[in-house]
């Protein structure tokens, strides 16, 4: 699948083929802010989480953006 291909897909379609084909590259969790990003063939796709992630909480997330790019 190109970046193409998969800019086109809806939301739902594009975590579908994250949560399947992506691997996981790093988390970093700053501020109250959460950033995940997995690598997709050729380009790597960004989530950004905004709220509590510390399990003691048990508050989850809020997905604020996605960003889709080759480097």
Same mark, same amino acid.
């Given at each position: ?13 594009q ?8 691997t996981?590259?790093?988390? @970093? ?32 997330? @809020? ?9």
């Amino acid at each position: 699948m190109t970046i193409y291909d998969f800019m086109i897909l809806s939301n739902e379609e594009q975590m579908a083929q994250v949560m399947l084909h992506g691997t996981l590259v790093t988390k @970093l969790s700053v501020d109250h802010k959460l950033c995940v990003l997995y690598s997709l063939n050729t380009f790597y796709f960004e989530l950004q989480y905004h709220g509590e992630t510390a399990k003691s909480t048990k508050q989850e997330a @809020l997905l604020v953006s996605k960003h889709i790019f080759r480097s």
